[in-house]
């Protein structure tokens, strides 16, 4: 998995590889190990970081709540 921001309007494009998909389409989810899930939610916390440079003011200003759902395109 990668995810691919674009620096000019904060967007951003998640791309799978053909395993992810083919893992996706069979169980609808993916599994990750302890020891994966540290790596993933470091990896996620930098990212952040970074991304966070790149939205405009109303966007940083935000607010997330944990039960939303996300709508993705």
Avoid: W
């Amino acid at each position: 998995m990668r995810i691919i921001q674009n620096k000019k309007t904060g967007a951003a494009r998640i791309e799978f590889t053909k395993q992810e998909i083919k893992i996706l389409n069979k169980k609808g989810f993916f599994y990750v190990s302890p020891k994966a899930m540290k790596h993933l939610t470091n990896t996620f916390a930098m990212m952040a970081a970074d991304f966070n440079e790149n939205f405009n003011k109303k966007e940083k200003g935000l607010m997330t709540h944990y039960e939303e759902e996300l709508k993705v395109k």
